[in-house]
């Protein structure tokens, strides 16, 4: 891998602030640069402003408060010469031309020859940019397209230019891909690139049949978000947040780049965009667009785009729509949606059928192949689908004519699928329990193997594969070759209960047959939401409290039984991992996680405390229990990996996968490592409590709390209890006492919280609402 020990990044504004924020969550200090804003002392304020925003803004660019240190800003003016010093640099200024060659012509006197120079640019043809610099710097010369927020979104666009060193453009993906976290997809030098050429296409037709259907603003997002497989931002929010000059920019450029598309006056930008520049209403970045917060309550308003009043947002419904959230299967949802006969379904089959036959059409132009197309969608646009599976879930034969009974003409490469009798883009081709996976290669004609990607691993291929040594259902056992064992949790949030930890103690026994280590992980939305709380809500209820005290022993043991396993098991944790789902990492011998991963023992939200071993933990990691109280008191959540590790939730020798699609494959050669020279530890009967003392004084600290109008009258008490558990209950003095002991106190005092009725308004609410309930 390439040696990147400092990077520049030209342009503070949004994107290169926070593509500077990610160098530095990767550990890679930054110089970012920006013009000298007229009339202001501070002749560096433009790129100090940048850095803030990244820091403070919402979602924030950087992992935890102490990374912006590594990002330090300066002027164009003042600071170009210290370009001589950094091994790579990005430039993320404005999208016109004549702007970026300007700054060029000044970066190529000053750098460092063979240093990496790269642009950010969402669409400028690159050979644009560079034309008239030097061979040197042309040959080094490459585009490096993040997607914003750099920080969240997975997609980088790799492009190469005219004259780009072949191995400088593999050299820099892979770094993009393990340092940096992203999914790479090598683009071809064309207007927009990928992303954003089908970006644009989707959002451009979404635009044009909502107002030509008579949408309002809230109707199109709510047919165009989760429900289809988008984010929950959908359309018109997307574009708030994305900035509505932004958005309008990149079609007016597409629109001015692509004078031969048959689609071209697609990307024309619509009047109501062009109203809104006039008005400068250009979304979140000016307080108003498509939405507004209106008083001290921020009411969400939505804009009226024929009249540009705003007034309260409504909640649409349509039949279809609402009979189509009962389907849980995307792709039957899917179906059905397009297979109505109103003014939702109508819609939504015109938007996938326009951006569908386009995709087709624009092969072999922006890609060779429908997967790099798949993989922008899902990874720039977070698309559940690309557009090619997207054709496969609605079905290809069909959904192709239908396309042909509408009047379209089908691309020569469809209708050779057909002719082929073509059932899919996608179709299986495992080998013996080996996943493999065959695509039709449009520009050919025929199937044609889709290549490995060392180090990562899908669950779901190797399930498909015949990889399944056992199951429930909330869980499976996969074998991942090489005698690992991975548990997948598919339970509804992936919550825990017998289904789960069963099949991970099953799972350390099959090992007796031949396997060697365990991964713990998945790849669903979140690693686990916690204790199945429905169950334990529905226990207390019924007042089944003997039922309940052995549903908690056996959860504990399960835990334990990660923790002393005779066989190595990894803990692969991302994204959420909440109460239950924090004791797992907690318990792990060894961890690896994603750079995402909001960690947190949550449970006093619920007015419980940690029963599975989550307050053992923490007190065996820091023994001060004020530390432990606090966390746990306040249910803090981490932010990311790196945050988590400060807050006490992973040791120093968890494993942090920057790129979770890597998480797996990481959790799978970690465990095959410790498993060369592997031994388990013994349950602790030296852990040090403050006794009744200590118990006195957190709950003075909570009394505070509570007379300082910080906690309720019942967040006292559930204090009570966690005080009691942390310091080893009424003991005189200090003393050492044994991990059983600790869990023992955690699960009757767990018990007696579950008996009281504002513990069990508190389940029921979060469970019916989603949120907290402060009783």
């Not at 548990?487 to 396997?515: T, W």
């Not at 007042?543 to 334990?560: T, Y």
Request: hydrophobic share 45%.
């Amino acid at each position: 891998m390439i040696s990147i020990r400092r990077v520049a990044v030209l342009g503070a504004g949004t994107m290169g602030s926070r593509i500077a924020a990610h160098f530095a969550n990767a550990g890679i200090p930054a110089l970012l640069l920006d013009i000298v804003a007229p009339g202001v002392a501070d002749r560096s304020a433009a790129a100090k402003k940048g850095l803030e925003s990244a820091w403070k803004g919402r979602p924030g660019g950087f992992f935890t408060d102490a990374l912006p240190a590594l990002v330090t800003p300066g002027n164009f003016e003042d600071d170009l010469q210290k370009l001589a010093e950094c091994d790579w640099i990005i430039e993320a200024v404005t999208e016109k031309l004549e702007v970026k060659r300007a700054l060029w012509s000044r970066v190529a006197e000053v750098r460092r020859p063979g240093s990496i120079v790269s642009t950010n640019t969402s669409g400028i043809p690159l050979g644009l940019i560079a034309e008239g610099l030097s061979e040197e710097f042309r040959a080094n010369f490459l585009g490096t397209h993040f997607f914003n927020p750099p920080r969240y979104l997975h997609l980088c666009e790799v492009i190469p230019g005219p004259a780009t060193a072949p191995a400088l453009l593999c050299a820099v993906s892979n770094f993009i891909d393990r340092r940096l976290g992203k999914g790479v997809v090598l683009c071809k030098d064309t207007p927009n690139f990928i992303g954003n050429r089908i970006g644009s296409m989707w959002g451009s037709t979404t635009f044009k049949y909502a107002i030509e259907d008579g949408f309002t603003v809230e109707e199109v997002d709510a047919v165009t978000g989760s429900l289809i497989g988008l984010p929950n931002s959908a359309s018109c929010r997307l574009i708030d947040i994305v900035g509505v000059d932004i958005w309008y920019h990149v079609g007016g450029n597409l629109y001015n780049m692509v004078p031969s598309d048959p689609w071209r006056e697609r990307f024309q930008p619509h009047p109501v965009m062009e109203e809104l520049m006039k008005r400068n209403w250009l979304g979140d970045k000016t307080g108003q667009g498509f939405y507004k917060r209106v008083g001290p309550a921020k009411e969400i308003h939505a804009l009226n785009w024929q009249t540009f009043d705003y007034a309260p947002a409504a909640k649409p419904k349509f039949a279809s729509v609402e009979q189509a959230k009962l389907i849980e299967d995307l792709p039957a949802r899917l179906r059905a949606l397009v297979a109505a006969d109103d003014k939702a379904g109508t819609f939504l089959w015109k938007l996938f059928r326009d951006v569908l036959l386009y995709s087709a059409e624009r092969i072999p132009e922006i890609s060779d192949r429908i997967i790099e197309i798949d993989r922008a969608m899902r990874w720039g646009y977070a698309h559940t689908f690309g557009p090619f599976e997207l054709w496969d879930a609605l079905g290809f034969q069909q959904t192709a004519r239908r396309m042909e009974a509408d009047g379209l003409t089908l691309p020569a490469s469809i209708v050779t699928m057909l002719s082929h009798g073509a059932k899919s883009f996608y179709r299986s081709a495992d080998e013996n329990r080996q996943p493999r996976t065959d695509y039709f290669d449009l520009r050919a004609g025929h199937y044609a193997r889709l290549e490995d990607r060392p180090g990562i691993i899908e669950l779901n291929l190797m399930k498909r594969a015949g990889g399944v040594v056992q199951k429930n259902a909330g869980c499976s056992m996969i074998d991942l070759g090489d005698g690992v064992l991975n548990v997948e949790f598919h339970s509804k949030m992936n919550s825990l209960g017998e289904d789960q930890m069963g099949q991970i103690q099953a799972a350390i026994a099959e090992c007796q047959k031949g396997f060697s280590a365990v991964v713990i992980g998945n790849q669903g939305d979140l690693f686990s939401a916690g204790a199945n709380l429905m169950m334990v809500l529905m226990l207390a209820q019924d007042e089944e409290f003997d039922d309940l005290e052995i549903a908690i022993h056996r959860f504990q043991q399960g835990m334990m039984a990660i923790k002393y396993a005779p066989v190595p098991v990894v803990v692969a944790a991302h994204s959420k991992a909440l109460g239950g789902g924090c004791e797992m990492i907690l318990h792990g011998p060894r961890v690896q996680v994603s750079a995402e991963l909001y960690a947190g023992l949550v449970e006093v939200g619920v007015g419980l405390i940690p029963g599975g071993g989550g307050c053992k933990e923490m007190i065996l990691r820091h023994g001060a229990p004020k530390t432990v109280f606090e966390t746990i008191g306040y249910a803090k959540v981490s932010s990311s990996a790196d945050d988590a590790r400060k807050l006490g939730f992973l040791d120093e020798s968890a494993g942090v996968s920057m790129n979770g699609e890597r998480l797996i494959g990481d959790a799978k050669a970690a465990a095959l490592t410790l498993a060369q020279t592997y031994k388990p530890a013994t349950p602790r009967n030296d852990v040090k409590v403050a006794g009744a003392a200590g118990v006195a004084l957190l709950k003075q600290g909570a009394w505070i709390g509570h007379q300082g109008g910080y906690i309720t009258d019942y967040d006292l008490v559930v204090a009570g209890k966690l005080a009691h558990v942390l310091c080893g209950g009424r003991l005189s003095g200090e003393q050492l006492v044994s991990e059983q002991y600790l869990l023992d106190l955690e699960r009757e005092a767990f018990l007696s919280l579950c008996g009281d009725a504002r513990t069990q308004a508190r389940m029921a609410h979060l469970l019916k609402t989603g949120k907290p309930l402060r009783n």
